[in-house]
């Protein structure tokens, strides 16, 4: 009774006017609130992990010209959802906001393709972490490397998802604190990776490879270069910078939230931006033999073979592993945040287990559980092995990274919309865009209309029925998933969903709410 009488905080009363009782621990700082998204958008892992993405497709001018230009496009976008967030701080984020604005249908659609985005990243980046891991032991022993394999890299991502999930079962709190180490460890370890790949190789490539260089590994025509290959290997950036919608999950768990998640999602962008693009500078200043990269399948990893002695290269790995390894923690922190909030509206079969929280730790585990186990099945086509042009090439990774673009954006975009669409009609909270709000929202949605439309098209010919070499093992089967979810979901929402989805449904007395609103 104590606590129910206790006076509410400008948090909890803000909460309390979009219709939730706190039930989350409200532990995280602004800093801690930024750390999360800025360790799952994490340079040590999307530049290192998709770097052969962009090699492969455009080679240095995709990765030189490439992220600076859809850096800014990404900002934009983060821009249009901080002032969101600032306005609706709830756990639901992403389909909160569209249910708010466009009702259950907007609500329930944008509801799934977020969560499948953030399943699809959280897999992504476990399997990352796990190649990674992989490598390094390789690197360190040549026991482990004779033995090593698809099926090791498997069993290291299942040990991976399974430590992530009880790291985030056990405390709140402790999630905290990893994402404040995380963000340290980022910045000090990218710095240290650039100063070992400017000092230590024998030679450096020049500017002009850097900027103007192009490469084709894809099998497609080279006349196809700038509309389909290029773009392609845009991938690396997209994917890199993406997840930090987790400020907006985070936001019932942050205090002063408000501002707070608003400063979380575009910080976290800015400063991955810079740092990401000095550090995919310095790849590719230290390539040593460019046509062996290619002939490699690309991967960054065959750089640092070329560049530095075996201790150098050592470093590099165990330094990107452990980022990689925070990033897979976080990502897992943040899908099953958005699991518990839209279970909590009843979004999700399953829903009265989902969004059960633990009385003693006040955590969602059996959100993170599910999580954890479709992240695990849904990654299982990286059993099997594919090359390309005769180089190995994970294209089932690229799909699973794909489909986690494709889910999350296609998400963003829609509240993005309806904020435009309200103009004057929209309330804003502390942070605001102001008039700005008029061309960003629309320069957002243009973007995701067009990165969404590149990343369902097949990563090489090989992959399209009926050309020569045609195989099941190259299709990007981010397409199959994407718009058979879509298909699946409106199926769902005309025969059933609609009559009893009714979008964000209120924890917390009607009358309650009406007098904070009040």
Known sequence: MADDAAPLSDDDALLATLGYKQELSRSWSSFSNFAI????????????????????????????????????????????????????????????????????????????????????????????AATFLDLTLDTMSASWAKHSGLKTVFVLFVVIMVLAALANIFS???????????????????????????????????????????????????????????????????????????????????????????QGIWRSIFYSAIGGYVLLLAFVFAVQDPKAVTKGGGAVDLIFGQALPQKWHVLILVISTAGQLFCATACLTSASRMTFAFSRDRGIPGSRLLSKVNPRTRIPANAVVFVTVIGILITLPALVEVDVNGAPVPVAFYAVTSVAVIGLYLAFAIPIFLRWRMRDGFEPGSWTLGSKYKWMNIVAVAEIAVICVYFILPFTPTAIPGNKGFSFKYVNYAPVLTIGSLVILAIWWFASARHWFTGPKHTIDEAVTEAFEG
């Open 37 to 128: 998204s800025f360790s799952i958008i994490s340079i040590l892992a999307g530049c290192f992990t998709t770097f052969g993405q962009a090699w492969n497709n455009g080679g240095p001018v995709a990765i030189s010209w490439g992220w600076p230009i859809i850096s800014a496009f990404i900002l934009i976008i983060g821009l249009t959802m901080s002032e969101l967030v600032s306005a609706y701080p709830t756990s639901g984020g992403i389909y909160w906001w569209a249910s708010k604005m466009g009702g259950p249908g907007a609500g329930f659609f944008t509801g799934w393709l977020n969560l499948i985005g953030l399943l699809a990243v959280t897999a992504s980046v476990g399997y990352g």
């Open 172 to 262: 709140g709190h402790l999630l905290a604190v990893l994402n404040n180490i995380s963000v340290w460890w980022h910045v000090a370890g990218a710095a240290i990776i650039i100063a070992v790949l400017i000092i230590i190789p024998d030679k450096h490539q020049s500017a002009s490879f850097v900027f103007t260089d192009r490469i084709n590994n894809s099998g497609y025509a080279d006349n196809k270069y700038w509309f389909l290959v290029m773009p392609l290997g845009l991938l690396l950036t997209q994917y890199t910078i993406t997840g930090f919608d987790a400020s907006a999950h985070l936001s019932e768990e942050t205090q002063g939230a408000a501002k707070g998640a608003a």
